[in-house]
DNA sequence: CGCTTTTGACCTGCGC
DNA sequence: GCGCAGGTCAAAAGCG
């Protein structure tokens, strides 16, 4: 919570809020009308109310300016005091309307305020269940994909029937391998035997089928990259996590953290922590491997963010994906409204999708490597799990427009069209991104509750850390120390 | 006592 | 073959 500005969240400037509130702020100005008393003054009460109108974003100043109109307002008397040198009583009355106007427009602020939240609750509401309809459509889309590859494995693969049913979530398509090898070896082995085969990839990558091989080693070497400014050791995924090595990486004079999951014996997945060698207040995150157990609903949305991401890298950098491999068609793609940010790894070892959280909406603020694909997103730490879903429930959208596998068509058609109209919506405003990070923010760094995260945000997200540094009995509603 | 972290050693791949 | 760098292991230490 370090660097979550303790704003009582006022929209960020860079949300866009539709007209139609601005109307509601210009009736309620109409309605106060705080000025009625001196329109007798001389001016009409069209006039008068213009010069309300007009004066809307800053009315004091421009109560100046429409002096022009004679009317009595407390700046014009004020003026008129001072140059005229009038007496002490005549001050105390204008000391007193001026407070009157001071008033009145603390309240009106004060309303507009109000209105203000309402509308980005409101708004921020409907984002979730456009988002949490969103997901569960992913993961309807998922498990069909999944279920297709898993008879194509069926057929494929070693008949052997020791195939353990696909994880809840995996990370980027790497079950193939990952999983099924933490399967079949069972606990006896050291854990690394489990592991060995995916840094081997060039090995098993040599069968004769190639293109499967190659695809299959691509799949495993599959990683995602968070990028997201924190002061603490990790960020928060939801998953225990345990250190086993720490190595110096060249050109970066901070460290590099290996971590593996603990949450089940033999889990194959691991993440790389570091911090960047630029700027140390952003924390790299690297992800590889799948689960192989259930995910506590905190950590699914961290889980399904990274695995989405990894999907898509992965769909999109097959060679079969129609012709595809332009890493920025890749990214335009997927991230329409970060286009200028999006690169996508081609050269490195293993694709990459980097998340870049790191950023304010304001794009180009860190060029970098062009081996990874970026995105750019204001936020704080312990929004990353919590912006992450949302990101990817818009960016698999806009995948399903490029990528074959999405969506069945006849599935889920009509929910989908009604769903498509919106996101698309959505998708195609440049700011939509930027808003939903802000209002997040706002929500939950601005007054979240104590066990915040599930009972509003349907995503259960970003609100629980295993960093291995401490006991986690899975508390899956209490934030991490860590961002304390 | 059980689990995690630390840290030096070891393994592997890659470039020269 | 050698050196380098990334990644992992595992014994020892730390911690609750």
Same mark, same amino acid.
């Given at each position: ?17 539709? %007209?139609?509130?601005? *109307? ?9 009308? @705080? @000025?009625?008393? *001196? ?12 010069? %309300?109108?007009? !004066?809307?974003?800053? !009315?004091?100043?421009?109560? /100046? ?12 008397? =004020? ?9 002490? +009583? ?26 203000? $939240? ?8 409907? #984002? ?18 999944? /279920? ?41 082995? $050291? ?9 081997? %990839? ?32 990790? #960020?928060?995924?939801?998953? &225990?996590?345990? *250190? ?66 990894? $999907? ?49 909406? +304001?794009?180009?603020? @860190?060029? $970098?490597?062009?081996? &990874? @694909? ?48 919106? %996101? =698309? ?5 440049? /700011? ?11 929500? #939950? ?8 995260? +599930? ?11 295993? /960093?291995?540094?401490? =006991? ?13």
């Amino acid at each position: 919570m370090e660097d979550q500005p303790s704003s009582p969240p006022p929209p960020p400037p860079t949300i866009q809020f539709p %007209v139609n509130l601005m *109307k509601d702020k210009r009736k309620v100005i109409d309605e106060m009308d @705080f @000025f009625s008393d *001196k329109k007798d003054g001389g001016a009409s009460t069209e006039e008068a109310n213009t010069a %309300v109108h007009f !004066s809307e974003p800053n !009315s004091m100043l421009n109560f /100046n300016v429409n002096t022009g109109l004679h009317l009595l307002t407390a700046a014009n008397t =004020n003026q008129s005091i001072v140059e005229d040198g009038v007496s002490s +009583n005549s001050e105390g009355k204008r000391a007193k309307s001026e407070l009157v106007v001071l008033q009145a427009e603390l309240e009106r602020m004060n309303s507009e305020n109000r209105g203000l $939240r309402e509308s980005l609750n409101q708004a921020t509401n409907n #984002i979730n269940n456009l988002q949490m309809h969103l997901m569960t459509l992913m993961q309807q889309q998922q498990q069909q994909q999944q /279920n297709d590859h898993d008879s194509e494995e069926h057929k494929n693969v070693n008949g052997n029937g020791l195939m353990v049913p696909r994880q809840f979530m995996d990370l980027g398509l790497a079950a193939v391998g990952e999983a099924d090898e933490a399967s079949l070896s069972t606990s006896e082995g $050291r854990s690394d035997q489990d592991q060995s085969p995916e840094n081997k %990839v060039p090995k098993v990558g040599h069968s004769p089928k190639s293109t499967e091989a190659t695809t299959d080693a691509t799949m495993r070497k599959a990683r995602v990259s968070v990028r997201a400014r924190s002061e603490a050791p990790m #960020i928060t995924d939801g998953c &225990q996590w345990r *250190k086993y090595g720490q190595k110096m990486a060249k050109g970066n004079p901070c460290p590099r953290a290996y971590y593996r999951c603990t949450m089940a014996a033999g889990c194959p997945v691991r993440k790389q922590v570091q911090r960047c060698a630029e700027d140390k207040t952003i924390l790299i995150t690297t992800y590889e491997g799948n689960h192989n157990h259930p995910l506590p609903p905190a950590a699914m949305a961290m889980a399904s963010t990274t695995s989405s991401a990894a $999907r898509m890298l992965l769909s999109g950098s097959m060679p079969s994906a129609d012709g595809l491999m332009n890493p920025n068609f890749l990214a335009r793609t997927l991230l329409p409204c970060s286009s200028s940010m999006a690169t996508i790894s081609a050269s490195a070892p293993f694709p990459t999708v980097t998340l870049d959280l790191t950023q304010s909406p +304001n794009p180009l603020q @860190f060029p $970098r490597p062009s081996n &990874q @694909f970026s995105m750019p997103f204001g936020n704080t730490p312990q929004n990353i799990a919590a912006a992450l879903p949302q990101i990817f429930g818009q960016a698999l959208y806009n995948q399903s427009k490029f990528s074959g596998l999405q969506m069945s068509q006849d599935m889920h058609q009509g929910q989908n069209s009604q769903l498509s109209d919106t %996101v =698309n919506a959505l998708a195609t405003n440049p /700011n939509f991104t930027a808003a939903l990070a802000a209002a997040i923010t706002s929500l #939950i760094g601005g007054g979240s509750s104590p066990n915040n995260g +599930n009972d509003n945000n349907n995503t259960d997200v970003g609100t629980t850390t295993s /960093n291995g540094s401490g =006991n986690h009995k899975l508390n899956s509603s209490s934030p991490s120390k860590l961002w304390n």
